[in-house]
C-alpha cells in the first residue's frame, strides 16, 4: 500500500480530525504514503509522535480543516464530531469531508447535509493494519467525491464505494460486526463448553477456524436463497437443525455453561418452523429477523 519513493508534492494535502489509536494510524499511513498531513484533538499531546513524523499539527479545528482539501474525521462518536465540526461548517466549503467516526446511518444521513461533498466511511480494521492490504474500509456518499479521492483513501487499505445513500457505509459496518460477533460468540461458546472437559481452547481454535472456513459456502447458498426468496432445503432442514441445537443445549446445561446462547438459537429456529418454515432451510430464518415470522 505504501509508495515511499513519491515526494509529497505529489500527493494532495490532508487533514486529520481526532487523535485516538485510530486516527494516529490513519494520519501515520497518509505520512508514510507521502501525504502534507496536518493533524488536530483536542488534547494536543496525543499528536507528538506525528509532529515528529512530519505532520503539522493545527492550534484549532478551524486551522486544520481550512489547511487541506481532504478533511478526515475519527472521533469517538457522532456527538463528537458535531461538536468538533458545528462552529466551522461554513469552512468546510469546497471541502471533501470524510467522516470515518462510528455511528448510525440516520447520524451519518444528518452529517452528510452538513458538506456538499461528502463521504461516510467505516473501518473494518484494526489500528495496526491500517495501510496495509488487510485492511479495508467501506464508504458511501458522494460517488464524484469517492473518485476524486480514491487514491489517497487507498494509502488506509482496501477502500469500497457501496452507493450514493450515505448511510450504506453505517449499515454495512454493524452488518458485519454482528457477523464477528456471532462468529466470536460462537467460538468463545464453544470454548467454555469444551473446557468444561480439560480441552484447550488453543486446541480447539484450529478446528473451529477450519468449521468457519466451511460455514462460508453455506453464506453463499443462503444468501442466493434469500434474494430469491426460495428456502427450499438443499442441506439440511429447520427440524434437522433443531434438533442438534437441543442437544447443544443440553450439554451445556450438563457441563455448567451459560446456555443462553445456544437456548436463542433454538428459539428463533422453532420460531421459523411455528411461522411456516418447516422443512425449509435455515436461510429461512431471515424471516424471523425481518419481523415477518
Known amino acids: ?13 490532508v487533514t486529520v480530525l481526532g487523535l485516538g ?3 494516529r494510524a490513519l494520519a501515520a499511513a497518509f505520512l508514510e504514503a507521502g501525504h502534507p498531513t496536518t493533524v488536530w484533538n483536542r488534547t494536543p499531546d496525543k499528536a507528538t509522535d506525528l509532529v515528529a513524523g512530519g505532520a503539522v499539527l493545527a492550534p484549532s479545528a478551524a486551522d486544520a480543516i481550512r489547511a487541506a482539501s481532504l478533511v478526515v474525521v475519527c ?3 457522532t456527538a ?8 466551522h461548517r461554513a469552512d468546510l466549503a469546497g471541502r471533501t469531508l470524510v467522516n470515518l467516526t462510528s ?4 447520524e451519518a444521513r444528518e452529517l452528510a447535509t452538513w458538506s456538499d461533498d461528502h463521504l461516510d466511511g467505516a473501518i473494518m480494521a484494526i489500528p495496526e493494519s491500517i495501510g496495509r492490504p488487510e485492511a479495508f474500509l467501506l464508504f458511501s456518499g458522494s460517488r464524484a467525491a469517492f473518485d476524486r479521492h480514491r487514491d489517497s483513501l487507498g494509502r488506509l487499505g482496501n477502500a469500497t464505494f457501496f452507493g450514493e445513500d450515505p448511510g450504506l457505509a453505517s449499515l ?3 452488518a458485519l460486526l454482528g457477523v464477528m460477533w456471532g ?3 460462537a467460538f468463545l461458546h464453544g470454548a467454555a463448553l469444551l473446557g468444561a472437559a480439560k480441552v484447550d481452547a488453543t486446541a480447539f481454535a484450529p478446528f473451529a477456524n477450519q468449521w468457519i472456513g466451511s460455514v462460508t ?5 443462503y444468501a442466493a436463497q434469500i434474494d430469491r426468496g426460495d428456502y427450499q432445503a438443499e442441506d439440511a432442514a429447520l427440524e434437522t437443525h433443531l434438533a442438534t441445537m437441543k442437544y447443544l443445549v443440553r450439554e451445556s446445561a450438563a457441563a455448567g455453561v451459560d446456555t443462553d446462547w445456544p437456548a436463542r438459537l433454538q428459539a428463533l429456529t422453532e420460531r421459523a418452523i411455528d411461522a411456516g418454515h418447516a422443512g425449509a432451510s435455515y436461510a429461512s430464518l431471515v424471516e424471523v429477523f425481518r419481523g415477518r415470522a
Not at 500500500?1 to 494535502?13: A, K, L, Q, V, Y
Not at 463528537?80 to 462552529?87: N, S, T, Y
Not at 455511528?103 to 440516520?106: A, W
Not at 459456502?217 to 447458498?221: E, L, P, Y
Open 217 to 221: 459456502g453455506f453464506v453463499d447458498a
Open 103 to 106: 455511528g448510525t446511518s440516520d
Open 1 to 13: 500500500m505504501t509508495d515511499t519513493t513519491n515526494t509529497t508534492s505529489h500527493r494532495e494535502p
Open 183 to 185: 462468529t466470536l460468540n
Open 172 to 174: 454495512y459496518d454493524v
Open 21 to 23: 489509536l485510530m486516527g
Open 80 to 87: 463528537a464530531v458535531r461538536d468538533a465540526l458545528a462552529p
Open 75 to 77: 472521533l469517538s462518536d
